[in-house]
């Protein structure tokens, strides 16, 4: 007595608010102090502070909030392999108030919607290895952390990341080449890739007996050769060769026994390609590009000739490598023909080829063309070979005729062999001028040999006889070529019946059913198409079945033909 003033405190800010969220309610003998909502902030100490004129007295309490904890940070894997990930990450940057008890990890394919839970029991450590996924497949990876209140929000999701697997080893290394400082290895790809594919291959070398390999290649080969360089002469060298993608080092392909570095002596010798053991026969303006491989160590001297003389390298181009000369020719000429030796030369031993190559070009019109002679409706010519063959033989000539009223020209003969020739079917009353085209390789000549006089087909006196026409007798009694065939429907379907009859004059059809006389019944359509008679029904039903028959008469006589129809009811299913 009297009643005392509460003041609450948290730490030195006052609180005397009496609405909101923190607030304080005062009641006789009793005073509250409520927080609605609470969070992370309201944590801390509190003091109540009682006062009156007799005195005071103070009481001191701790809030702790807790909650679930904040999201693991910083998730990335770390490592994968054919079907599985190494997944790290960071705990959270706050606990909620309680310890973290452990982590529950999700995953789901990039683009979908879908998670799927990988431990429902709680993982305690900070590095998980996720299995069973498929290779080649994008996932990416999200982690929750527990503790004593339950769980907390996801993290970020993780970087995409794909489960993939080194190759297989490289197959069939084998050495190419050996010379006094330098190995020739090729090699095939690896017999499973996997989704990861190659970057490229990574050639290692040691000494026999050493087991400290060294790096060949600074850079990946993507090809499946490799020339290593800068060996020591006579030391025995083991090699290998591994393959490389973003999931690491396949396992490597050795040798089955050591290469000692010494340079093998291999006789000289050319590899003429088939197409060159014969002529090599290019029109005027092409191109000529040969490659002539050759073999031979060490590296043999090459040398090219033309007719026995030395190449003039402003006309001809020659390039020449380890394995092989190439001699090319940018425009071709005339002048370009002749025959090529080249020679391949190791010391005292020696290796030739020669090659016949020969520029042709279209040839010149044929000389002398003439007519030797005309009777009836022929003339006969005769001419000269060109005098410019364009360096090929001729294969033949084309003759062409022209009247002389029109000069329009037909040709008569193509690809004639002789150089002479017989044209006939000439028209009588007409003069004719002729022309010879020669043919080689090439094609037909620019320009034609013509003749200077023309044949002139006379005219005789000839007397046509119209041949007398005797008219043939078309009359016939109608014959049925197709009689009607027996026939089994639906009832509701429509049907026809048809057959086919020969008859001049033309008949008359009349159709029957049970031997009366089909009228005018809409129920029935009637057709005759060049003697193809057909009858339709139209939606028949089972009164519609019976006899059909088909009769055609004309002054001649008349046939029958005849059928039966049967219409069936389709069965209706019962319900």
């Known amino acids: 007595e009297p009643a005392p003033t509460v003041c609450w405190m948290k730490g030195d800010k006052v609180i005397a608010e009496v609405e909101g969220r923190v607030r304080v309610e005062s009641r006789k003998d009793l005073s509250c102090f409520v927080i609605e909502g609470a969070e992370r902030e309201d944590e801390g100490k509190y003091t109540i502070t009682v006062t009156n004129p007799a005195g005071e007295d103070k009481a001191v309490l701790f809030i702790k909030i807790v909650d679930v904890p904040d999201p693991p940070e910083a998730v990335k894997c770390i490592a994968v392999g054919e079907d599985c990930a190494t997944i790290v990450w960071e705990p959270p940057k706050y606990d909620g108030g309680q310890p973290v008890k452990g982590y529950l990890m999700e995953r789901k394919k990039k683009g979908s919607s879908r998670w799927t839970k990988l431990n429902f029991d709680i993982f305690e450590g900070q590095t998980y290895e996720a299995k069973r996924m498929i290779e080649g497949v994008l996932y990416e990876m999200r982690v929750f952390a527990v503790n004593g209140i339950g769980v907390g929000q996801p993290s970020a999701n993780s970087k995409p990341f794909m489960p993939i697997a080194p190759t297989s080893e490289p197959t069939h290394l084998t050495v190419e080449d050996v010379t006094d400082t330098t190995t020739t290895l090729k090699w095939r790809p690896p017999d499973r890739l996997g989704a990861g594919g190659i970057d490229g291959y ?124 190439i001699l090319f020719i940018r425009s071709a000429e005339k002048e370009h023909t002749g025959k090529y030796t080249l020679s391949v030369q190791i010391e005292n031993m020696q290796d030739t080829a020669t090659i016949d190559i020969r520029i042709v070009e279209k040839p010149g019109p044929p000389l002398l063309v003439k007519i030797t002679d005309v009777w009836g409706f022929n003339a006969a010519l005769e001419w000269k070979p060109p005098k410019n063959d364009g360096n090929c033989e001729i294969t033949g000539y084309t003759i062409q005729k022209a009247d002389k009223k029109t000069m329009e020209w037909f040709t008569v003969y193509e690809h004639n062999r002789r150089t002479n020739c017989t044209v006939s079917d000439l028209i009588m009353g007409n003069e004719y001028y002729f022309r010879v085209f020669s043919e080689n390789y090439c094609g037909l000549s620019e320009e034609a040999g013509v003749t200077k006089k023309t044949a002139v087909i006379l005219k005789t006196g000839l007397d046509f006889k119209v041949p007398e026409y005797k008219e043939k007798d078309q009359c016939c009694s109608p014959k049925f070529t197709q009689p009607l065939v027996d026939r089994s429907v639906v009832a509701g379907y429509t049907a026809a019946l048809s057959c086919s009859v020969r008859a001049f004059p033309k008949p008359k059809i009349i159709w029957m059913k049970n031997k009366m006389q089909i009228g005018e019944d809409p129920k029935f359509r009637m057709q005759n198409n060049q003697g193809v008679l057909t009858l339709n029904i139209r939606k028949p039903s089972p009164y519609d079945g019976g006899s059909y028959s088909c009769m055609a008469v004309n002054s001649l006589g008349e046939a029958v033909v005849e059928c039966k129809l049967e219409v069936r009811v389709q069965p209706t299913e019962k319900l």
């Open 202 to 325: 990574a050639i290692e070398y040691c000494k026999e007996g050493d087991t400290k390999w060294v790096l060949a290649n600074q850079e990946l080969v993507d090809r499946n050769s490799y020339m290593v360089k800068g060996l020591p002469t006579g030391e025995k060298i083991d090699f290998r060769v591994v393959c490389v993608n973003m999931a690491g080092r396949s396992l490597p392909a050795k040798l089955s026994q050591p290469v000692t570095i010494r340079e093998i002596v291999q006789y000289p010798k050319i590899r003429l390609p088939r197409q060159l053991r014969t002529k090599y026969i290019k029109k005027v303006g092409e191109k000529v590009n040969l490659v002539i491989p050759f073999q031979g160590k060490p590296r043999p001297i090459v040398t090219w000739l033309k007719d026995g003389q030395p190449l003039d390298p402003k006309k001809v181009g020659v390039r020449t490598s380890d394995v092989d000369s």
